[in-house]
């Protein structure tokens, strides 16, 4: 399949006049690394006024997340707040070693700060196909190649598309939905233990360092 280097995201339909490489048009970077939550900071307008806890933190990512979901799908918003529900299971299943692998740091970080290694879904996304770019409900990019999530309780014309232009589809149907525990079984393996690999928890919640020419010192 044709791989671009971003992943629109967030959008009922692409517009004509602009190409993926816009700065007006959000996208996702992607390469040889999985896409996480913290691999790019959120947008500023997704970071809360002062300070909060994590749970005001998580919340505020989720509400970024499920805006971008659209108007009338309950599906891709109760897949967001399933998947966050898998993620906060998979953290606390493994709570004791996580712990006792951050106690060298005397306090500064919390088994509940890897949540940010967690691969990031991009609702709405579009992913390239043969003759032009394709809908996906939910998309994942695991460093090789997108998974889109279809939310339906049987196969669909958009899966198929999905399917014939070599992307790989996973179906989850709307009872699955209810119990994060089966949204994170039928989820890829690499989807537990995300935190393998990574050397410290990092934050998405960080302004962006704008572009620009750094002047050179002067003696």
Known sequence: MIVLPRI?????RLPRSIGVDDPRLPTAS????????????????????????HAGRV???????????GDYVPLRRRFIVAYFAFLAAELGAHRGSLAENLARYDGLY??????????RPLPRAWLPGPDGMLPAEIAFWDGAQPLAIELSARDTQGQAELQAAGVRVLRITPDALADPASVGALLPVSFRMFWR????PASPFRRPIPRGVIAPATA
Do not use: H
């Open 8 to 12: 629109p995201f967030g959008l009922a």
């Open 110 to 119: 919390t088994p509940d700060d890897w949540l940010w290694s967690a691969p």
């Open 30 to 53: 992607v390469s040889t690394n999985v896409l996480r939550l913290n691999s790019e900071p959120l947008p500023p307008a997704a970071i809360p006024e002062g300070n909060c806890d």
């Open 197 to 200: 690999g990574q050397t410290l």
């Open 59 to 69: 919340a505020a990512v989720m509400d970024w997340l499920i805006s971008l979901c």
